[in-house]
């Protein structure tokens, strides 16, 4: 079973920046396609932005489309989102998933395609 940790959330003004870090703990992670979600107070757990196993397709959500990156380093098996020009919708708990099935050369959209989920970071954006 996969074990996603998050970290580098955390307070910043708005036009700032942050990385995000997902960490896995299974080597089988490289196999996989990974996506970036956030939920907000009472909204929906929405799709940020997702990379496929192999790095050459990435895909965002028209949102963030511009000011984010997503990139994945497999021998360290971690994905990290950039996330430059930071605004105060931006703000929510940011969470790391790991797409169900292998060697996928899409992105899926879907977070009922994804089956492990790390805790969790927040990201706050202040005006």
């Known amino acids: 079973q996969v074990q996603l940790v998050e970290s580098g959330g955390g307070l910043v003004q708005a036009g700032g920046s942050l990385r995000l870090s997902c960490a896995a703990s299974?080597?089988?992670?490289?196999?996989?396609?990974l996506g970036w979600f956030r939920q907000a107070p009472g909204k929906e757990r929405e799709f940020v932005a997702g990379?496929?196993?192999?790095?050459?397709?990435?895909y965002y959500a028209d949102s963030v489309k511009g000011r984010f990156t997503i990139s994945r380093d497999n021998p360290k098996k971690t994905v990290f989102l950039q996330m430059n020009s930071l605004k105060p919708e931006d703000t929510a708990v940011y969470y790391c998933?790991?797409?169900?099935?292998?060697?996928?050369?899409?992105?899926?959209?879907?977070?009922?395609?994804?089956?492990?989920w790390g805790q969790g970071t927040q990201v706050t954006v202040s005006s």
């Open positions: 990379i496929n196993w192999s790095g050459a397709t990435t």
């Open positions: 998933a790991v797409e169900y099935l292998p060697y996928g050369s899409t992105i899926s959209l879907n977070k009922s395609n994804y089956g492990y």
């Open positions: 299974e080597h089988t992670f490289i196999n996989y396609g």
